[in-house]
């Protein structure tokens, strides 16, 4: 909503307060009073939505982030013509003057690297849907999917590539596009948080994660995404110490509250009715997150969908199994980060094994939503942040080759939600290296994943150090209308 509404929307309340008297105040009474201050404890928007702005096709998101970058060439990108151009130089004609990392910039040639796997044709609702033989689990569900080729960026370098796909901007400190639809929309379950965050290690080189990816920037705390740790204990300090009942940690968070909702009612401090918001949810959150991982309930049959490490904690397996029963409990944006495509010297070897780790777990977690009937109002994303090059990095062999950042082209892939299933969209060149037809930006990315929610992206905005903030910025970006269904 308009920062400068939820501001007057505070003073009201305060001056409302202040004018009372004791015996006002009692004749008010703590479920009227908790009424009063129940939008600012449930988020800004959530006292007079905005949005969404029109009927939304996803009532939800899950966003399966391959942190490192996959390389486009050797999982959904075929280009089986390179075969003849093995260790060729790349033309200047593609390169077109590119500038080039420091790890290949000393090299004396750009010898060209063909993928050495091999692709299978898969049906969709198109001409098919070539997939290489390391993800045969998900190319068997390519009837659910878009698969996007024609993805473009100018980040080139790790940090700021992945900054800038989670929350618009290159530099940290914008809020992550899990907390903008927390914003926007509130949540559907008061006993999970709206945003949750998942990490899982994969068998490649690793980039280091930073919290601001999942950060709240300058909207309100309790929009940040909540991290669930790799084990069975999901979040620290959820248990009540050796000692203290759950009746007294009540007494405690009672009296705790009530000391917050007097400083609120002197300053008027939005962030404290959030601290208010987030120790409730804490307490909600002792009953709610151990019913939410505990797996007894499940089918043997359902377990199978996602692979024999379903049921180890932290695996990408256990947290896509996590990801679909978040999204029945009404969990509004459940972020998966895999870590471990960062494949520059070792794609031969450390590929396999990454989409070993990925590739039955999502096409379960596809089918999965699927026969639930989750996956029509469930959007699934699914990609990194660049691509890789059509050119070795480092030495070249015909059976070993190293790929470097390429920010031109990538793949990504979306399912569910609002988006037509069964199709490609946009084209590279021969080379994988120039984006030939339909270029996707990160800010269209995001303007379509907020438009399948029901937002206008040009409205989901807030006000900071004097200008109306938008997570897809304010340079020129579009709705991709001809993937939505």
């Not at 940040?224 to 009746?247: E, I």
Request: proline share 5%.
């Amino acid at each position: 909503m308009n920062p400068h509404d939820d501001h007057l929307l505070n003073i009201n309340r305060r001056q409302i307060l202040k004018g009372m008297t004791a015996g006002g105040l009692a004749f008010l009474g703590s479920t009227a009073l908790s009424q009063l201050f129940a939008a600012d404890e449930r988020g800004a928007t959530a006292a007079a939505p905005l949005f969404p702005n029109f009927a939304p096709k996803a009532k939800r998101v899950i966003y399966l982030y391959q942190e490192g970058a996959p390389s486009q060439l050797d999982t959904f990108d075929h280009k089986p013509g390179l075969k003849d151009f093995f260790d060729k130089e790349l033309p200047d004609s593609i390169r077109g003057g590119q500038r080039l990392t420091g790890m290949t910039s000393g090299q004396s040639r750009l010898p060209i690297a063909p993928s050495i796997f091999k692709f299978e044709k898969y049906p969709n609702h198109q001409d098919g849907l070539w997939v290489s033989e390391l993800l045969r689990h998900t190319g068997r569900m390519a009837g659910e999917m878009c698969v996007v080729k024609s993805m473009t960026t100018e980040q080139i370098n790790h940090g700021p590539g992945v900054t800038f796909m989670q929350t618009g901007h290159q530099i940290p400190g914008r809020p992550s596009i899990g907390a903008w639809l927390s914003y926007g929309l509130g949540s559907a379950n008061q006993n999970l948080p709206a945003f949750v965050v998942m990490i899982s290690q994969g068998k490649g080189q690793m980039q280091a994660l930073f919290s601001h990816l999942w950060g709240a920037g300058f909207l309100p705390g309790e929009h940040q995404g909540v991290q669930f740790r790799a084990s069975a204990d999901p979040v620290l300090y959820l248990n009540d110490p050796k000692g203290m009942q759950r009746s007294d940690r009540r007494k405690m968070l009672d009296m705790l509250s009530e000391m917050n909702r007097r400083e609120a009612e002197r300053n008027g401090d939005s962030q404290v009715l959030a601290r208010i918001a987030q120790y409730e949810m804490a307490y909600r959150m002792q009953a709610s997150v151990p019913e939410l991982s505990d797996l007894r309930g499940e089918r043997e049959s359902t377990l199978a969908l996602y692979g024999p490490d379903v049921r180890k904690p932290g695996t990408y397996a256990y947290n896509c199994l996590m990801a679909r029963r978040m999204a029945e409990r009404g969990v509004r944006f459940i972020q998966l980060y895999h870590r471990g495509w960062d494949h520059h010297g070792s794609v031969v070897r450390d590929l396999p094994l990454q989409c070993q780790d990925v590739d039955q777990a999502q096409a379960g977690l596809l089918q999965d939503l699927k026969q639930r009937g989750l996956l029509e109002d469930t959007l699934v994303v699914w990609g990194g942040e660049f691509g890789r090059t059509v050119y070795c990095q480092g030495k070249l062999t015909p059976t070993q080759y190293g790929r470097d950042h390429h920010p031109r082209c990538f793949t990504m892939w979306l399912a569910g939600g609002g988006i037509k299933p069964g199709i490609t969209y946009g084209e590279t060149d021969d080379f994988s290296y120039n984006v030939q037809a339909n270029p996707v930006t990160a800010h269209d990315l995001h303007a379509t994943m907020l438009h399948c929610l029901g937002i206008d992206h040009t409205r989901l905005t807030s006000r900071f150090q004097g200008l109306d903030m938008k997570l897809t910025g304010v340079e020129p970006c579009k709705v991709v209308r001809d993937i939505l269904a």
